[in-house]
């Protein structure tokens, strides 16, 4: 089977670009306001310019994949540690030993479980965030519009709400 040639005419891809540009700004004023601020019709334009490419729908894609089986692993893991804390329960519950020192061991085994499930979700928050910074690495790289290296929440939730705009626009027939 032949490969098929497309011809794209500059008025095809200035169509694609009013196309995406208008979606954009449609979803954009469903933000709330204090987004609304943070996503000019500039960053919109060259995001709708950044998408005549479909690399970087796959990027997108590509990486919430990578985000949900990362995420998946690290909730496995705090299961792990969850199910080992109730096998030494299990097993301080099965001692011979008289009631007052089960109860004052199992108040010290709880606090312990305690912190050990803090450190936990530390270091699991940290790994989240470091993948947080590869994606942003990832995105700037690439030339996605609104993409850089930050640790501002507010700056974060603007690109996850560009991250949702893409992914939308990846499931819409475009013309």
Do not use: W
Not at 18 to 26: A, G, K, W
Not at 97 to 109: K, M
Not at 152 to 160: A, D, F, G, L, Y
């Amino acid at each position: 089977m032949a490969d098929r040639v497309y011809n794209v005419t500059p008025e095809d891809l200035q169509k694609k670009v009013y196309f995406l540009l208008e979606q954009l700004q449609l979803m954009a004023r469903e933000l709330p306001p204090k987004y609304q601020q943070r996503v000019p019709c500039e960053l919109l334009s060259g995001l709708a310019n950044c998408l005549l490419n479909d690399t970087v729908f796959e990027i997108v894609k590509g990486l919430m994949e990578i985000q949900h089986v990362t995420e998946k692993h690290l909730f496995q893991q705090r299961l792990q540690i969850i199910n080992k804390h109730k096998m030494e329960v299990q097993d301080l519950l099965q001692l011979g030993i008289d009631e007052e020192t089960r109860l004052t061991r199992r108040a010290l085994l709880q606090l312990k479980h305690k912190e050990e499930l803090k450190q936990t979700d530390m270091k699991l928050v940290l790994q989240l965030d470091q993948k947080v910074s590869e994606q942003q690495v990832l995105l700037e790289k690439a030339g996605v519009p609104g993409f850089f290296v930050t640790n501002n929440p507010i700056e974060i939730k603007v690109q996850m709400h560009l991250l949702d705009f893409i992914l939308r626009l990846s499931k819409m027939n475009k013309p």
